[in-house]
């Protein structure tokens, strides 16, 4: 379990426990999903799906926050992209403005920004990992080089803040 990178959120290294190429899929888990098309640049639990397209674009970019694992899937070879960069090493959460709800559900995620201005990508423990934060250049590079796949917002609390809205869903 411990070696199981699907089971532990947070940040953590797996070049020493992959020697070899990872085999990801896409299976549509529904009807309607089979007409998806594969995206660009996914994110499930802080981690990112970079496909041959969105490395070129960014793996200069967000090399120093994180390590690229190689990972094969239907469309061909890709990466996996760990960030290792974490707020709260570095005293960037800001606890004042970040809240929690009594159930414990996220309601509002803030940081010292000048804690945290030469990374491009990092996490939270606050969050339990779950979300990926980002500087304004790999937002602007993902948008300027039309990768798919992601949506941006300004509303770190709401991880599902606006990615339904056809206009973002469509555009990213």
């Known amino acids: 379990m411990e070696l199981r990178i699907d089971m532990w959120n947070s940040p ?25 098309v594969i995206p660009d640049v996914s994110i499930l639990q802080g981690r990112m799906f970079l496909n041959p397209k969105a490395y070129s674009v960014l793996s200069k970019i967000i090399g120093a926050d994180g390590e690229f694992l190689p990972v094969s899937y239907e469309g061909g070879d890709a990466y996996i992209f760990i960030p290792l960069r ?37 996490r939270c423990e606050y969050d339990m990992f779950m979300s990926l934060q980002c500087q304004e250049e790999v937002k602007n590079a993902i948008e300027q080089t039309d ?19 056809g206009n973002i869903r469509d555009a990213n």
């Open 12 to 36: 953590r290294t797996y070049k020493d426990v992959y020697k070899e190429t990872l085999r990801v899929s896409f299976k549509p888990l529904s009807k309607q999903a089979e007409k998806l």
């Open 86 to 122: 974490v707020a709260e090493e570095a005293g960037a959460l800001d606890a004042r403005l970040s809240r929690k709800n009594e159930w414990g559900d996220l309601e509002s995620l803030a940081f010292h920004e000048e804690k945290v201005k030469n990374w491009s990508l990092f």
């Open 147 to 165: 990768l798919k796949g992601v949506f941006f917002t300004n509303d770190l609390g709401n991880t599902f803040s606006n990615q339904f809205d």
